[in-house]
């Protein structure tokens, strides 16, 4: 109602484009001059989301499963391999050397004293549970493809 | 490490995840608590959107041709309706079929439902719009940009800072510019490829259509100054943290760049975007896929050089065979050729009015609707199946908004007995381009691209309680 107040007074008054464009974007409560139909706010945006990271590993060994918990999820949501298909354990092993090799989570690994055992027993938890099986897993692969870590 | 300029622009343009964190629950209450008396009263009183906590979420499972690990909870996040999630840390949401155009036209994907999909699990959650600077840099010379990487400690390669906006100067300096554009994920339908393979496990809702208003590419370009010798133009967004995997770059070619249409959006369907959809500003390059549209824009780099290979986004990740079709035959063999990055959209058409399972009513009218799109040459024809492709009827377009956006359709059918209906859509562009419809020629190691003719299995039963017309 104000915005039609504005631009008919003004149309009254000499109807001058340029200055109904004024009038109706002096009536938004930030008063900017560029509104041209779209309002945007001053005010700080921000989201709240934490709450909403709960993905867990909760199937299979629960010591395997806080492992992987523990390793995968400093980085990134459970969900993330939780999602996959059902991948062959060659496959997985193939994404545990991408987080630490492309990604470079290989870094905070070194840091982290993360050690290839741990690394074998969240490929044999993802496999087991997540894949394929870990009747076919290669423990020698993630070593020889990350080297530098602690056994 | 970081040269202190670029620390310094960061710092301003956003509260990390981080400080967030380390502040804590009590630290972010004081944050909020602190103003949230004057929130009535001070027009410039921040806002904290939530969502509230949902430890037992619907789940719902996605039916791919290949069984998987495929539950899905279906949860609300800040600024979105319940949508399917399919991570977490970053989010990645996806929109269900029946959400993907119920906006305006029936045309439209409304923000609170367009899908979400990040790469870092650092992203921004607390941005000041009065703050945000978008820089516009010149890297020169032939050798590749290469970005900055605390891993290794390589410093970023050397720019020159030409011109800096705040989102005031992006509304205020330049021409307001629209454009109704597709904003489709590379890997949409990743899940329903067969063999299957690692990432996004994404059902058909990793894409979108909005109305996008904000400033042409070019304008700001020329504005910045763009040299002769410009040969690519890189674009950068908020989302990383220094010690955080490959920073999240994109480039596209200066032709490309300066066409008119490629924009740099701070609305979306009229208002301010998402935080999680880009917030405050994000690229919009119609008609390629939704890896370009960078969201938190904040750098854009007029580069010397045309070798991307220092950008992980363009010379590792986002490729396809450069092939001729960009597909490999058979599905899952071994390709070890050269590779591009994905650059264009292929036609597709979906049904949004029914999802598998549907039941309909025998004998009596059903009306299916949806949507097409293409790459940007506009859909000239939709055409509707309803007995598995054996025959094809031509459904009625809706509303034309241009050739980015989507094409809504309707048609008519009436299921003669009771049983199953494999209900099928296909889309042709104005250039003559179709969708294919053996998936076994439309698959690659990645899950790209995909656009292949899908499917939608429904009963007709001769009884039930509603009328479905």
């Known amino acids: 109602m104000t915005k039609r107040f504005f631009g008919k007074t003004l149309l009254a008054a000499g109807g001058f484009a340029a200055l109904i464009a004024v009038g109706v974007t002096a009536a938004n409560a930030d008063g900017r001059h560029h509104d041209r139909g779209i309002h945007l706010s001053d005010r700080p945006k921000t989201i709240v989301i934490d709450n909403l990271d709960t993905a867990m590993f909760t199937k299979g060994d629960p010591a395997a499963a806080a492992v992987a918990q523990a390793i995968c999820g400093d980085c990134h949501s459970t969900d993330y391999p939780t999602t996959q298909p059902k991948l062959s354990c060659k496959t997985w092993a193939a994404e545990i050397v991408k987080m630490g090799k492309t990604f470079r989570a290989g870094i905070p690994w070194q840091e982290d004293g993360v050690t290839y055992t741990q690394l074998n027993t969240i490929l044999v938890y993802l496999a087991d549970n997540y894949g394929e099986g870990s009747a076919s897993c290669d423990l020698t692969a993630i070593k020889t493809a990350v080297p530098g870590l602690l056994d | 490490m970081r040269n202190d300029d670029e620390q310094d622009a960061r710092n301003r343009n956003m509260n990390r995840r981080g400080f967030l964190r380390k502040a804590g629950a009590l630290g972010l209450a004081g944050l909020a608590g602190g103003q949230a008396l004057k929130a009535v009263a001070d027009p410039d009183a921040p806002r904290v959107i939530t969502a509230p906590d949902q430890p037992n979420p619907p789940i719902v499972t996605q039916n791919f041709p290949v069984a998987g690990n495929d539950e899905r909870p279906i949860v609300q996040y800040p600024e979105k309706r319940p949508l399917i999630r399919v991570t977490s840390r970053p989010p990645q949401l996806e929109t269900p079929m029946t959400m993907l155009a119920d906006g305006k036209h029936g045309t439209l994907t409304a923000n609170d439902a367009f899908f979400v999909r990040y790469h870092n699990s650092e992203i921004p959650l607390s941005i000041d719009p009065k703050l945000f600077r978008l820089e516009v840099k010149v890297h020169t010379g032939a050798d590749p940009y290469v970005p900055a990487d605390a891993a290794t400690g390589t410093d970023a390669s050397p720019t020159t800072t030409v011109l800096t906006l705040s989102l005031d100067d992006l509304q205020d300096q330049f021409d307001?510019?629209?454009?109704?554009?597709?904003?489709?994920?590379?890997?949409?339908?990743?899940?329903?490829?067969?063999?299957?393979?690692?990432?996004?496990?994404?059902?058909?809702?990793?894409?979108?259509?909005?109305?996008?208003?904000?400033?042409?590419?070019?304008?700001?370009?020329?504005?910045?100054?763009?040299?002769?010798?410009?040969?690519?133009?890189?674009?950068?967004?908020?989302?990383?943290?220094?010690?955080?995997?490959?920073?999240?770059?994109?480039?596209?070619?200066?032709?490309?760049?300066?066409?008119?249409?490629?924009m740099l959006a701070y609305a979306m369907n009229g208002e301010e975007l998402p935080m999680l959809n880009g917030y405050p500003l994000r690229l919009v390059v119609p008609g390629w896929f939704g890896t370009y549209h960078v969201k938190h824009l904040n750098e854009i780099i007029m580069s010397e050089s045309n070798d991307l290979s220092k950008l992980f986004y363009m010379g590792t990740a986002y490729r396809i065979p450069d092939n001729g079709t960009g597909y490999i035959t058979p599905p899952g063999a071994p390709y070890s050729g050269p590779m591009k990055p994905i650059t264009r959209m292929k036609v597709r058409s979906f049904i949004t009015s029914h999802t598998d399972g549907a039941i309909v009513r025998t004998g009596h009218k059903v009306r299916a609707k949806g949507i097409a799109f293409d790459g940007g040459d506009g859909i000239k024809m939709v055409e509707f199946s309803s007995d598995g492709g054996t025959t094809w009827n031509t459904a009625m377009l809706g509303p034309d908004l241009g050739k980015y956006a989507f094409r809504a359709w309707t048609i008519r059918f009436t299921p003669a007995a009771d049983g199953a209906y494999a209900l099928m859509v296909r889309a042709t562009s104005n250039s003559g381009e179709t969708q294919p419809t053996d998936p076994a020629l439309n698959w690659n190691p990645s899950g790209y691209m995909r656009n292949v003719v899908e499917t939608v299995k429904v009963t007709a039963v001769s009884s039930m309680g509603d009328n479905d017309d």
């Open chain 2, 176 to 262: 307001k510019f629209s454009i109704v554009a597709v904003n489709q994920c590379s890997g949409n339908s990743r899940g329903e490829e067969n063999p299957r393979m690692p990432g996004g496990q994404l059902a058909n809702g990793a894409v979108g259509c909005a109305r996008w208003t904000g400033v042409r590419l070019k304008d700001v370009l020329a504005k910045a100054g763009i040299s002769a010798t410009a040969q690519q133009v890189l674009f950068n967004g908020l989302d990383r943290e220094d010690d955080e995997p490959p920073d999240f770059i994109k480039a596209i070619p200066v032709a490309r760049a300066m066409d008119g249409e490629v």
